[in-house]
């Protein structure tokens, strides 16, 4: 199960601050999407799947 992706609303086309706030929040949720589905390759490369998978962050 993924989180899902944020709703926009009528107020980010009235208003600045909505529209960047809603930004930021559709930006920050397609970062946690892609970590996670980085997560699950490298499992399944770990388990020894043939897979492409992007590097793990640094810590």
């Known amino acids: ?28 949720w397609g970062d946690r999407l892609n970590a996670a589905g980085g997560r699950l390759c490298r499992f399944f490369r770990d388990l020894g799947m043939t897979v492409d998978c992007p590097a793990a962050p640094e810590q």
């Open 1 to 28: 199960m993924t989180e899902e992706k944020p709703k926009p609303t009528a107020e980010i086309a009235r208003s600045a601050k909505a529209n960047a706030d809603y930004n930021a929040s559709v930006e920050s």
